[in-house]
C-alpha cells in the first residue's frame, strides 16, 4: 500500500461523513442530510461497519459491511454497500479494500463474505468475477 493510502473504520461522525460523497454515488436515494442519523442507527441496532479507502486524506472507496451467522453457511461477513469513487476507478482502490475485508472476515472468524450486486452493474461484476467471487444463489424480493 502506498505510503499515502490507508484504511479506516469510520467511526466517529467526522469519519461517516467523509464517506457520504463517495457512498451515495451508489446510494443516490439516501438524502444528504439523512446519511449520518441512518449510518449511526444502522450501527446501534444491526451492527453496520464502514471502512474507506483515503488517499492523501480523500476518500476513494467505501464498504458498508456487517457479521451475521446462517444456518446454512454459519459465520459470514455481508457487504451491504462497496463502491469506488467515479472519478477513479481502475485504480486499484476497490481491490485494496474489497482484500481488507476478506481479511477482516478471516480475523472475525468467518468462513465466508457474501454480498449482493444488481444486476444492471456488469462492470462492477467483472471486478468481482476477477477477484473470484462466484454466484451461489439468486436474490428475490418484493415491494411491500
Not at 467511526?11 to 451515495?24: A, N
Not at 474507506?52 to 459465520?75: I, K, N, P, S
Request: a neutral charge; glycine letters at 6%; hydrophobic letters at 40%.
Amino acid at each position: 500500500m502506498p505510503p499515502d493510502v490507508c484504511i479506516i473504520k469510520a467511526v466517529t461522525d467526522e469519519q461517516i461523513l467523509e464517506t457520504r460523497d463517495v457512498m451515495r454515488q451508489l446510494r443516490p436515494l439516501v438524502a444528504v442530510e439523512a446519511y449520518l442519523p441512518t449510518v449511526r442507527r444502522m450501527m446501534e441496532s444491526e451492527g453496520y461497519q464502514l471502512a474507506a479507502v483515503v488517499d492523501q486524506g480523500v476518500v476513494r472507496a467505501v464498504a458498508g459491511y456487517r457479521f451475521m451467522e446462517m444456518l446454512y453457511c454459519g459465520r459470514i461477513m455481508y457487504v451491504d454497500d462497496l463502491n469506488t469513487d467515479d472519478r477513479c476507478r481502475s485504480a486499484g482502490y476497490g481491490k485494496l479494500l474489497l482484500d481488507w475485508l476478506k481479511s477482516e472476515a478471516i480475523a472475525s472468524g468467518c468462513g465466508e463474505l457474501h454480498l449482493d450486486s444488481g444486476v444492471q452493474r456488469q462492470q462492477t461484476h467483472r471486478f468481482y468475477f476477477r477477484e473470484r467471487l462466484t454466484i451461489s444463489a439468486y436474490h428475490f424480493q418484493v415491494k411491500l
